[in-house]
């Protein structure tokens, strides 16, 4: 992540002087929508209409946000139909960059780019603001469609329905409101909590992070007793936006961001839930987590100034779960 300002790049991962010491999160810039009759959406001003090969994902292994576009990406089987471009797990000076790796995995597909931002700028000459993934990408119009990921993994949850994506719905009209809830509290204790924690600048914004996070752990390890997914039996959007934080946690979060209450293994139905969903169909495609741990170990230099990535733990994602004996 990254601030573009008048041409001048600068780290925004630990702007926290004006706000307390509290890690800020700022709001995605570009939020128009793919939709199946091209009509806008939800926000934004602009509406784009979903046909195959027409978008394009530009993603990272690294980053959990992006894990989630990938994660819809593979449930409702759009491989072929929304191609995907890697950058490195650096995110340094220049921010996200397509410097090549050994496995053939990084490179932009599209235009042979060596840095994020110029496409940022190709899709809007003075822009200015956080240059961030995920970003989807309209190759007709060769523009930004959406930088917020929460907004991407519904586009693709439905706008593709009629044009080759899978069945499978994961924001049913009936779930919405249970939901929408869970969705509020998981972000802001869990998904955007460890950044809290762990960019804290001072031991008040640190402690005001670290326990509402393992409070909700806590609550949500009494509702996986009585349910297998957190809205019924059957894994949900809720779910598919936590889970990129669960994958993360004992290797990177617990070490890396001080979230050392507890580790996921201690929480019986939260582990087994998480490899559960780990065991969906296509889901361990989506994680590589030795680009995760080097992004947030090599590039985060003012929490792990040398850079040092850890061997561990060793978790064994294919232990069986054991959810089918959870109640409905």
Same mark, same amino acid.
């Given at each position: 992540?990254?601030?573009?300002?008048?041409?001048?790049?600068?780290?925004?991962?630990?702007?926290? #002087?004006?706000?307390?010491?509290?890690?800020?999160?700022?709001?995605?810039?570009?939020?128009?929508?793919?939709?199946?009759?091209?009509?806008?959406?939800?926000?934004?001003?602009?509406?784009?209409?979903?046909?195959?090969?027409?978008?394009?994902?530009?993603?990272?292994?690294?980053?959990?946000?992006?894990?989630?576009?990938?994660?819809?990406?593979?449930?409702?089987?759009?491989? $072929?139909?929304?191609?995907?471009?890697? +950058?490195?797990?650096?995110?340094?000076?220049?921010?996200?960059?397509?410097?090549?790796?050994?496995?053939?995995?990084?490179?932009?597909?599209?235009?042979?780019?060596?840095?994020?931002?110029?496409?940022?700028?190709?899709?809007?000459?003075?822009?200015?603001?956080?240059?961030?993934?995920? +970003?989807?990408?309209?190759? #007709?119009?060769?523009?930004?469609?959406?930088?917020?990921?929460?907004?991407?993994?519904?586009?693709?949850?439905?706008?593709?329905?009629?044009?080759?994506?899978?069945?499978?719905?994961?924001?049913?009209?009936?779930?919405?409101?249970?939901?929408?809830?869970?969705?509020?509290?998981?972000?802001?204790?869990?998904?955007?909590?460890?950044?809290?924690?762990?960019?804290?600048?001072?031991?008040?914004?640190?402690?005001?992070?670290?326990?509402?996070?393992?409070?909700?752990?806590?609550?949500?390890?009494?509702?996986?007793?009585?349910?297998?997914?957190? +809205?019924?039996?059957?894994?949900?959007?809720? $779910?598919?936006?936590?889970?990129?934080?669960?994958?993360?946690? $004992?290797?990177?979060?617990?070490?890396?961001? #001080?979230?050392?209450?507890?580790?996921?293994?201690?929480?019986?139905?939260?582990?087994?839930?998480?490899?559960?969903?780990?065991?969906?169909?296509?889901?361990?495609?989506?994680?590589?987590? $030795?680009?995760?741990?080097?992004?947030?170990?090599?590039?985060?230099?003012?929490?792990?100034?040398?850079?040092?990535?850890?061997?561990?733990?060793?978790?064994?994602?294919?232990?069986?779960?054991?959810?089918?004996?959870?109640?409905?």
């Amino acid at each position: 992540m990254g601030l573009l300002v008048d041409g001048e790049w600068r780290d925004q991962w630990h702007d926290t #002087k004006s706000s307390g010491g509290k890690f800020v999160r700022t709001d995605s810039q570009f939020r128009n929508w793919i939709t199946a009759d091209g009509a806008a959406g939800p926000s934004g001003s602009d509406g784009f209409k979903a046909e195959p090969g027409r978008y394009h994902l530009y993603v990272s292994h690294s980053c959990p946000w992006a894990h989630r576009t990938l994660i819809y990406r593979a449930l409702k089987g759009l491989e $072929d139909i929304v191609d995907a471009s890697m +950058v490195h797990w650096i995110n340094g000076e220049n921010g996200w960059t397509f410097e090549p790796d050994e496995d053939g995995i990084v490179g932009d597909k599209l235009y042979g780019s060596d840095l994020l931002y110029k496409l940022y700028l190709k899709a809007d000459p003075v822009f200015s603001g956080r240059v961030t993934i995920p +970003v989807l990408w309209d190759k #007709k119009r060769e523009t930004i469609v959406s930088n917020e990921s929460s907004e991407i993994i519904r586009m693709l949850n439905s706008a593709f329905d009629t044009v080759g994506a899978k069945p499978g719905d994961f924001y049913p009209d009936h779930k919405r409101d249970d939901i929408d809830q869970l969705n509020d509290i998981i972000y802001d204790t869990i998904n955007n909590g460890v950044y809290k924690a762990g960019f804290a600048a001072n031991q008040d914004a640190y402690e005001e992070a670290v326990f509402p996070l393992f409070q909700t752990l806590d609550m949500l390890e009494e509702r996986l007793a009585q349910s297998r997914f957190l +809205v019924g039996n059957a894994p949900s959007e809720a $779910d598919w936006r936590l889970f990129p934080t669960l994958s993360r946690f $004992d290797p990177i979060y617990v070490g890396h961001f #001080k979230c050392n209450l507890a580790r996921l293994v201690d929480y019986p139905n939260l582990w087994a839930y998480t490899r559960d969903l780990y065991q969906w169909p296509g889901i361990a495609g989506t994680i590589n987590l $030795d680009h995760a741990k080097m992004h947030y170990y090599q590039s985060q230099k003012r929490v792990n100034s040398t850079g040092i990535v850890p061997v561990g733990p060793l978790l064994d994602w294919s232990e069986p779960h054991g959810r089918e004996r959870v109640g409905a």
